[in-house]
Protein backbone atom coordinates (compact mmCIF):
# COMPACT_ATOMS: atom_id res chain seq x y z
CA UNK A 1 0.00 0.00 0.00
CA UNK A 2 1.04 3.52 -1.08
CA UNK A 3 1.63 6.38 1.62
CA UNK A 4 2.58 9.57 2.00
CA UNK A 5 2.82 11.03 5.24
CA UNK A 6 3.77 15.26 5.84
CA UNK A 7 5.50 16.68 8.43
CA UNK A 8 7.24 19.58 9.35
CA UNK A 9 4.62 22.23 8.92
CA UNK A 10 3.84 25.19 12.02
CA UNK A 11 4.03 28.59 12.57
CA UNK A 12 6.77 31.31 11.15
CA UNK A 13 7.19 34.80 10.91
CA UNK A 14 7.74 36.54 7.38
CA UNK A 15 10.58 36.02 6.59
CA UNK A 16 11.40 32.70 8.08
CA UNK A 17 11.98 28.92 6.95
CA UNK A 18 10.52 26.07 7.48
CA UNK A 19 11.60 22.49 5.89
CA UNK A 20 8.67 19.83 4.97
CA UNK A 21 9.64 16.33 5.11
CA UNK A 22 7.53 13.69 2.87
CA UNK A 23 7.90 10.28 3.85
CA UNK A 24 6.62 7.77 1.36
CA UNK A 25 5.94 4.28 1.98
CA UNK A 26 4.84 0.92 -0.21
CA UNK A 27 6.77 1.97 -3.51
CA UNK A 28 10.77 2.55 -4.37
CA UNK A 29 11.54 6.09 -5.59
CA UNK A 30 13.13 4.25 -8.42
CA UNK A 31 10.33 4.95 -10.83
CA UNK A 32 8.02 7.65 -9.22
CA UNK A 33 7.58 11.17 -9.43
CA UNK A 34 6.97 13.67 -6.40
CA UNK A 35 5.37 16.81 -6.04
CA UNK A 36 4.65 19.58 -3.52
CA UNK A 37 1.21 20.95 -3.84
CA UNK A 38 -0.48 23.83 -1.57
CA UNK A 39 -4.16 24.89 -1.06
CA UNK A 40 -5.19 28.21 0.93
CA UNK A 41 -8.62 28.63 2.14
CA UNK A 42 -10.89 29.64 -0.97
CA UNK A 43 -8.09 28.87 -3.42
CA UNK A 44 -7.39 26.24 -6.06
CA UNK A 45 -4.81 23.86 -5.44
CA UNK A 46 -1.03 25.40 -6.72
CA UNK A 47 1.54 23.30 -7.65
CA UNK A 48 4.63 23.92 -5.34
CA UNK A 49 7.43 21.88 -6.76
CA UNK A 50 7.96 18.46 -8.56
CA UNK A 51 11.33 15.94 -8.39
CA UNK A 52 11.71 13.27 -10.57
CA UNK A 53 13.42 10.14 -9.17
CA UNK A 54 14.67 9.19 -12.90
CA UNK A 55 16.51 11.65 -14.16
CA UNK A 56 16.84 13.92 -10.65
CA UNK A 57 15.07 16.69 -12.50
CA UNK A 58 13.07 19.31 -10.83
CA UNK A 59 10.84 22.58 -11.12
CA UNK A 60 8.95 25.31 -9.11
CA UNK A 61 5.57 27.15 -9.63
CA UNK A 62 6.82 30.50 -10.54
CA UNK A 63 5.67 31.94 -6.78
CA UNK A 64 8.14 30.28 -4.84
CA UNK A 65 10.85 30.31 -7.47
CA UNK A 66 14.32 30.93 -5.51
CA UNK A 67 12.92 30.97 -2.43
CA UNK A 68 12.09 26.77 -2.19
CA UNK A 69 13.89 23.98 -2.79
CA UNK A 70 13.14 20.47 -3.17
CA UNK A 71 15.16 16.97 -2.52
CA UNK A 72 15.09 13.90 -1.80
CA UNK A 73 17.03 11.36 0.37
CA UNK A 74 16.35 7.72 -1.18
CA UNK A 75 17.94 5.89 1.36
CA UNK A 76 15.34 7.47 3.87
CA UNK A 77 12.44 7.54 1.75
CA UNK A 78 11.72 11.03 1.95
CA UNK A 79 11.15 13.95 -0.21
CA UNK A 80 12.04 17.25 1.41
CA UNK A 81 10.96 20.83 0.62
CA UNK A 82 12.63 23.99 2.07
CA UNK A 83 11.03 26.95 2.32
CA UNK A 84 13.17 30.22 2.87
CA UNK A 85 11.96 33.83 2.82
CA UNK A 86 8.30 32.72 3.46
CA UNK A 87 5.35 35.35 2.77
CA UNK A 88 2.28 35.33 4.64
CA UNK A 89 0.95 34.88 0.85
CA UNK A 90 2.67 30.96 1.13
CA UNK A 91 0.01 30.38 4.22
CA UNK A 92 -1.77 27.05 2.95
CA UNK A 93 -1.96 23.51 3.84
CA UNK A 94 0.67 21.25 1.71
CA UNK A 95 0.25 18.03 0.26
CA UNK A 96 2.93 15.58 -1.56
CA UNK A 97 1.59 13.58 -4.11
CA UNK A 98 3.33 10.29 -6.01
CA UNK A 99 2.80 8.99 -9.32
CA UNK A 100 4.52 6.22 -10.84
CA UNK A 101 6.51 6.53 -14.41
CA UNK A 102 9.28 8.21 -16.07
CA UNK A 103 9.45 11.85 -15.67
CA UNK A 104 11.40 14.91 -16.68
CA UNK A 105 10.57 18.11 -14.99
CA UNK A 106 13.11 20.14 -16.76
CA UNK A 107 10.09 22.18 -18.43
CA UNK A 108 7.17 22.21 -16.09
CA UNK A 109 5.97 19.10 -13.42
CA UNK A 110 2.27 17.64 -14.12
CA UNK A 111 -0.80 18.98 -12.72
CA UNK A 112 -2.25 18.08 -9.72
CA UNK A 113 -4.61 15.30 -11.68
CA UNK A 114 -2.00 13.13 -12.24
CA UNK A 115 -1.04 12.10 -9.24
CA UNK A 116 -2.73 9.12 -7.73
CA UNK A 117 -1.57 9.07 -4.35
CA UNK A 118 -1.73 11.89 -1.87
CA UNK A 119 -0.67 12.76 2.09
CA UNK A 120 -2.71 13.85 4.25
CA UNK A 121 -1.21 17.83 4.39
CA UNK A 122 0.82 20.08 6.96
CA UNK A 123 -0.30 23.03 7.72
CA UNK A 124 1.98 26.05 6.98
CA UNK A 125 1.01 29.16 8.24
CA UNK A 126 2.87 32.94 8.00
CA UNK A 127 2.65 35.64 10.19
CA UNK A 128 3.24 39.16 8.78
Known amino acids: EVQLVESGGGLVQSGGSLRLSCVFS????????IGWFRQAPGKVREGVSC????????NYGDSVKGRFTISSDNAKNTVYLQMNKLKSEDTAVYYC?????????????????????WGQGTQVSVSS
Open 51 to 58: ISSTDGST
Open 97 to 117: AAVRGVYNFNTQCLPHSFYLY
Open 26 to 33: GFAFDDYA
